[in-house]
C-alpha cells in the first residue's frame, strides 16, 4: 500500500510550507510527499525525507490546478495505492491518512473524504468548517482518491479555465455526477488556513483585509458566500461554586463570562456580598447547604446548567485575553461529540523567582446523565468522562489561579482539606486518591513522619499506571531523605522510574539526592535527563521549573563547583532564558562574570536587577565587586 500526498506549491510564507511539510513527515501511515513547484521555489532550510520535488518551468496561474494533475500523474505511474491532497499553507492532523486509509478498508469506497476545521491567517482556529460534509462539498484537501478513482484526476485540467478558482468544487461535482462509491469521515483532522470573508462572518469575526468574496455561480451550490447559519452551535454553561468571594469573583465573571451561554453559580453559605456580586454579572445563582463535600456542591451546579457543555471556573481563577480568544475558538466550534477538554491550571508561586505549579484538569466537557463529580475533596470528574466514553482532547489554553495568600490562610485551608479527607478516609479506606492526597496534606502541613503508610498503602491500592503515582514516589523518598537514609531514597526513585521513566519531577528529585549525597556524574545524568524528556501532561500539581529552569541552574552550580566555567555560563543562560525572573540565575552569571572581568556583562546584570524593591543589596553588592575587580587589574 502506497499513499501520494499532492502539495502545489507557489509563494507560499515559508514557515507555513514548512509546517505543512512537518505534517505530512508526522502522519502515522507511511506516506511519500509530492511537491510541484509552480514555477517558484521554495526556500527551506532543511527538506524533509519521503518528499519528491516537482518543478513545473513557468506557473500556470490556476489556482495550483495543473501542479495537482502532474503530480497525481506522477504518482500513479510510480503505482501508488491512493492520493491525497494537501494545500502548502494548510496542514494535517497525524492520523489523517491512517483514518482515511481505515476508512477506505471498511468500506472499499472509491473515494474517501474527512472533515475539516478552519483556522485564521495567522493559525488561530475559528472552528469546525459548517459546508465540508461529504455530501455537498468536500475540500481538495480532505479529498482521498483510490486506484478506482484516479480516472478524476483529469478534472483538474480539462476543467474550463473560469471555474479553475473553485476547481475543488467542479472536481466534487465530477464525483458525485459518477455516483462513484463515497465515504465521510466525521473527524476533522485537515487544518484550513482560510482567506474566505464568509468563513470570518459565520463565526462572527471581522474578515481581514486580504480576505476574499468568490464569486456565486448558480450551477455551483454551497458555496462559501452561501454558507448556512450556525443555527446547530452547541451551548456552553459556565459552573461554578463559592463561598465567601466578593473580592475574587468578580475578576473570574468579567474575564469568562461573555464567552459563555448562562453562568450558574452555587452558593454554600457566603456571609459577605457574593452573591450579589454573581447576579450583577448576569448569574443564575442557587443557594446549596455546605455539607463537607465539593463533589456535592459541584453536582448542584450541573443540576442547575441548561448548556450542552460544562465549563467550570473556580472564583479564584481567571483568563488573561490571549487564553479568551482561544476559549472563545474553542466554544464556537464545539462538536455535537462526546469529548472532555483538558486545560493548565497555573498557579504562580508568591517568590518572584519565575516557579508557577501548574496541573491539567477536565475543564470543559459534554453534559450527560451519570456523570458527575466524585470525592468529598480533590473532586475529580475525567474518570466519570472516562468510563462514559468521552475523547480526552488536550488543548493550551491556560487558566490563571491565585489560592490562598499567606501562610496563615494556607495552613487553615490545609487544615481543612485533612479534615475532609479523614472523613472520607473513614467511609472509602483503602481508596488510593485519597491515601495519597492525605499524604500529601499531612506533608504539606509538616507532618511527614505520617506520611509513609499512607503513601505504602496507596501504592498497594492503586492501579499500577495511576497518574498520581509518580507523586507518591517522590514523596516516599523525600520521607526516607527526612530519615536520613539517602540510598534508600535515590532506590525508591529509581523504582519510581522503572515504572514512570518520562517523569520529570523522579528524575529531579534523583538528582538532587544525589548532588546532596556527593554523586555528581550520577546527578549530572539526572538533570541532562529532564532537558531531553518530551513534554507530558500533569494531572497533579508539578513546578514548572522542573521542565524549565532548575535543571539548567543545578547544572551550572555543578560545573561552576568543577571548574567548568563555559558549561555554567551556556546553563545560567538556558535557565534566564526558560524564567527570566529567576533571580539565582542572574546571580550566578553575576558572579562568574566577575571572575573573569567582563564587567560590563555584570553592570548590565545589575541593570536587569534595579527596580526591584527586594534587590538593593545585591545590586550594591555587584557594584562594590565590579569596583574592585577594576581596581586590582
Known sequence: MKIAVITPFYQTPENWLEKCLASVARQTLACTHFLVCDGDEPKLSTAPEQVQVLRLPQAHQDFGNTPRAIGSVSAISQGFDAIAYLDSDNWYEPDHLQLLWEAHQRTRAAVCSSSRNLFDLEGSLLGACPEVDGEHFVDTNCLFLTRDAFAFVAAWYLMPRTRVEVGDRYVWQAIRKAGVSRHHVPQATVNYRTRHQAHYRHFGMTPPPQAKQIKIMSHMAHLPDAMPANNNRQRTSLCMIVRNEQDKLGRCLQSAGDLVDEIIVV???????????????????????????????????????????????????????????????????????????????????????????????????????????????????????????????????????????????????????????????????????????????????????????????????????????????????????????????????????????????????????????????????????????????????????????????????????????????????????????????????????????????????????????????????????????????
Open 267 to 633: 452558593d454554600t453559605g457566603s456571609t459577605d456580598a457574593t452573591k450579589q456580586v454573581a447576579a450583577g454579572c448576569g448569574a443564575k445563582v442557587f443557594d446549596f447547604p455546605w455539607v463537607d463535600d465539593f463533589g456535592a456542591a459541584r453536582n448542584e451546579s450541573l443540576h442547575h446548567a441548561s448548556g450542552d457543555w460544562i465549563f467550570w471556573l473556580d472564583a479564584d481563577e481567571w483568563l488573561d485575553e490571549p487564553n479568551r480568544q482561544k476559549l472563545r475558538r474553542l466554544f464556537a466550534a464545539l462538536p455535537d461529540q462526546n469529548r472532555v477538554y483538558m486545560m493548565k491550571q497555573w498557579s504562580a508561586s508568591e517568590a518572584a523567582n519565575g516557579s508557577a505549579l501548574v496541573v491539567e484538569q477536565a475543564r470543559l466537557f459534554r453534559k450527560q446523565p451519570g456523570v458527575c463529580w466524585r470525592q468529598r475533596i480533590h473532586e475529580q470528574i475525567l474518570l466519570a468522562l472516562r468510563e462514559a466514553g468521552a475523547k480526552v482532547v488536550w488543548t493550551d489554553i491556560v487558566i490563571g489561579h491565585r489560592g490562598y495568600q499567606g501562610a496563615a490562610q494556607r495552613k487553615q485551608k490545609l487544615n481543612r482539606n485533612l479534615r475532609l479527607l479523614q472523613m472520607e478516609h473513614r467511609e472509602q479506606p483503602d481508596n488510593p486518591f485519597t491515601l495519597f492526597n492525605l499524604a500529601g496534606t499531612l506533608h504539606d502541613l509538616g507532618q511527614g513522619d505520617r506520611t509513609v503508610s499512607y503513601l505504602r498503602r496507596c501504592l498497594e491500592t492503586a492501579p499500577r499506571r495511576a497518574t498520581f503515582l509518580p507523586k507518591v514516589f517522590v514523596l516516599l523518598a523525600r520521607a526516607a531523605k527526612r530519615d536520613g537514609s539517602f540510598a534508600e531514597a535515590i532506590r525508591i526513585c529509581r523504582d519510581g522510574k522503572a515504572r514512570f521513566p518520562k517523569d520529570a519531577e523522579l528524575w529531579f528529585e534523583e538528582g538532587l539526592l544525589c548532588k546532596e549525597a556527593g554523586d555528581v556524574r550520577a546527578a549530572i545524568q539526572c538533570f541532562e535527563q529532564i532537558i531531553k524528556l518530551p513534554p507530558r501532561p500533569c494531572y497533579v500539581g508539578v513546578d514548572m521549573g522542573i521542565r524549565g529552569h532548575l535543571p539548567h541552574h543545578h547544572l551550572a552550580l555543578i560545573h561552576t563547583e568543577q571548574g567548568r566555567e563555559a558549561e555554567a555560563e551556556h546553563h545560567w543562560r538556558a535557565a534566564t532564558a526558560h524564567s527570566p525572573r529567576f533571580k539565582p540565575a542572574w546571580l550566578g552569571l553575576a558572579k562568574l562574570f566577575l571572575r573573569q572581568r567582563r564587567l560590563h556583562e555584570v553592570e548590565s546584570i545589575a541593570e536587569r536587577l534595579h527596580g526591584d524593591p527586594a534587590e538593593p543589596h545585591i545590586r550594591k553588592a555587584l557594584h562594590k565587586h565590579a569596583f574592585t575587580v577594576a581596581s586590582s587589574g
